[in-house]
């Protein structure tokens, strides 16, 4: 079985827009992305990134989104990523265990150099690259994210290689080397989370694919069977076994970008932590207690379902992006979870303090829920007062997730708070008419 | 123990003029990258690379070798690193296994933007990136080039960005966080080994090295413990245990460009093949034997020696750099081994069957020479005729190798053969004068 040439075949030949509701998410993922690339504009990181792609100059090809300046397609790829999930605002999907769109939609944008738009294939490539991207994150493995892998980075650029084949329609051969260029080039760390560094490997991936596409296109030679055999990607990164048993398993049959499906964000901030907020939410709507009388909260996870936390003792808001602890504790202070909550800006040394009475559980006995996003996962915050009172909560399906998912209008809500009405009805009306390329242009 | 945070301050401090052997080492280390990377300016390869950078445009910053162009920093570190390791005729380092020269030279050359000359603290930055590559090289442990890894691809990266720290004595934090950029985007491997991808490899650690350094000066956030604890690079790439002994044992008490050393090649191929080369040369001498007379040839190597030539049944000269089966048949054929037996030339039908005599064979019980290169390495080749008659010859340090090394007389030969005389002579008194900015220049 060669792994990388029937990959490169399955996608090339699939139909996904037979599937309307696959069509639906797709739309659905565009507008959210809209929203979580929108609201990171200002952001610092994104304006030393322009600097330096400035000093090494390039050709004035794609829009960098909110900057109104365009720069060379790689670099776009690269820019548009990083600004999609800088905040940790943009989708997830469960088999990726990470952030599809981030990677797929900004490599997609980099395509559209001569104005115009691809309509239909632009959905259906979006559609294959989380098809792939999924499948990729099934097939390497549950050790792969848990050794310390950042999936966003280690699978997006083959995911998004796909999509650009398919999108362009290039050659069974073009294809299956384009997989190799990116899975030679695949990387990504999360020991760098919390850091700027989290989101630009989703852009460096994106760019990976632009870059590997092209290196392909041009006749350079390269290996066309690299997720193969013994020294292949998936042997390298992951469990070669498993990804031949999983790849390609009835691939076209049904689509992931639908089942399990994109999990678009209520919150900016790790997914893992969502359970947890909406369960500390709730807590405090349907009890009365003030910060002083709580004198412990447990946060109970199965066994690595905080893996993505990393934070413990946050110092920032964005280092709080991956700390359930800050994410409790915000809530219990009356604060918003928004986006001023996780900047730069330093926590109080108060909060700080605080956060200390915040403990993770481990617990090995509770039976996850069927329909448990990602499966297997569950969150029970528990709070003990100082006079003696417990309350607790579960959650297994946040809001957001699948299961408990958004709208077209929960999302397009989302895109308003950042962009104003006006602009987001602009962009539902590209994504609706499948004009991508307007679509771009509106994502100033 | 702080890995990263102790490198980057080991770089940072330490003083490998004072080791005058370490300063000639990196002076036949730049002449043999001359000759290396000027072998290859017509190499079809690099003209699609330049066509790629074009279309993305870019500054005009930093000389391609041997094109008249100059292109954009990165660009240009990609392309040179692609040049000189594109016959594979560059140097290599057992520690390593791998090459340093062609991602480490590149990355540094890409420094030189305004004219001005480093001079000794040029040669002071090559000696500590080949110093970082061997270091790292020991600390990953063999099972990762034996899993897949290309070493020159995934150790590169972290190596030249440190060079470059020391060349531009960058702050520790500085460093810290660059190789903290590098060590997220180290990739490459050995399944594109007999492609264009290999040697493409090399250029990219360059360029994600130049690129890692501009990010962490720029200000922009990274972790600065990338190298350390469970998530960390060589719990993810190798052996996080190894690292901790090994990476920071003695830094700056002797040279790793010295010893082991650099090992210059005296064939265009893998070098896993040069003992090989070595010793069917001897025998064609010392014996008087047609290639009809050849009934069968053993090539017994210690077991895994052989791992890095992939090719047992090469089509082309290219795929024929990692074969032994094809060094041997050239050799009893009485071609040369040199340039013209290794491009993308479909090797003759008459050849490829001869080269089914040549089997390999694995030998444990035969002992190691104690000053063997690369450590633990020999090759025996035995030859049986059809009379019966056996002659055999073992090779344990190949010419070109340390402790049978080229002079620099030699390397000046290797330059004169694709240069002419005149060209060789300039670049051999720019690389005595110290001055790495005419050097640069006279690579044309």
Not at 82 to 94: G, P, R, T
Not at 264 to 283: G, N, T
Not at 403 to 427: N, P, R, Y
Request: glycine share 10%; charged share 20%; with cysteine.
């Amino acid at each position: 079985m060669e792994l990388t040439k029937q990959l490169a075949e399955s996608v090339l030949s699939a139909h996904p827009l037979q599937d309307q509701r696959a069509v639906e998410m797709a739309r659905n993922g565009l507008l959210d992305a809209a929203a979580a690339a929108l609201a990171a504009k200002e952001d610092e990181g994104i304006q030393k990134l322009m600097a330096l792609v400035e000093q090494e100059g390039g050709a004035a090809q794609i829009p960098v989104i909110g900057q109104g300046k365009k720069v060379s397609r790689q670099a776009a790829a690269m820019l548009n990523g990083y600004l999609i999930h800088a905040l940790d605002y943009d989708d997830v999907h469960s088999d990726v265990r990470g952030h599809p769109s981030a990677v797929i939609i900004p490599a997609l944008l980099s395509q559209l150099t001569d104005g115009e738009a691809y309509g239909d294939r632009f959905l259906s490539a979006y559609i294959t690259g989380v098809e792939v991207m999924a499948r990729l994150g099934e097939s390497i493995g549950k050790a792969h994210y848990e050794r310390g892998w950042h999936n966003t980075g280690t699978l997006g650029a083959i995911a998004a290689v796909c999509a650009i084949g398919h999108l362009k329609q290039v050659s069974q051969k073009e294809l299956a080397k384009a997989i190799g260029f990116a899975g030679a080039q695949s990387a990504g760390m999360r020991k760098q989370f919390g850091t700027d560094m989290k989101p630009l490997q989703a852009g460096l991936a994106a760019k990976t694919a632009v870059w590997s596409m092209d290196l392909a296109c041009s006749g350079f030679g390269g290996s066309e069977s690299v997720l193969d055999g013994e020294l292949g990607f998936f042997s390298l990164y992951g469990d070669q076994k498993l990804a031949e048993r999983r790849l390609l398993e009835g691939y076209g049959a049904a689509w992931r970008i639908v089942s399990p499906g994109l999990w678009f964000k209520v919150y900016p901030f790790c997914s893992a932590a969502h359970h947890a907020a909406d369960a500390i939410l709730s807590l405090l709507k349907e009890h009365t207690f003030s910060l002083e009388q709580v004198k412990q909260v447990d946060v109970i996870f199965p066994p690595g379902g905080d893996a993505a936390l990393i934070e413990r003792t946050p110092l920032t808001g964005e280092e709080g992006r991956f700390s359930v602890e800050y994410v409790i504790a915000l809530a219990v202070f009356g604060q918003p979870l928004s986006l001023d909550a996780f900047t730069k800006k330093a926590i109080s040394p108060e909060m700080r303090a605080w956060m200390k009475r915040v403990n993770r559980v481990y617990d090995q006995t509770t039976e996850p829920h069927p329909d448990a996003v990602p499966k297997g996962r569950f969150t029970i915050v528990k709070l003990t007062l100082f006079d003696g009172t417990t309350i607790s909560k579960r959650v297994d399906i946040p809001r957001g997730a699948p299961g408990h998912a958004l709208s077209t209008e929960d999302i397009l809500k989302k895109v308003s708070s950042v962009t104003g009405a006006s602009q987001a009805q602009q962009i539902l009306q590209a994504v609706e008419e499948g004009n991508d390329a307007a679509y771009l242009k509106l994502l100033v």
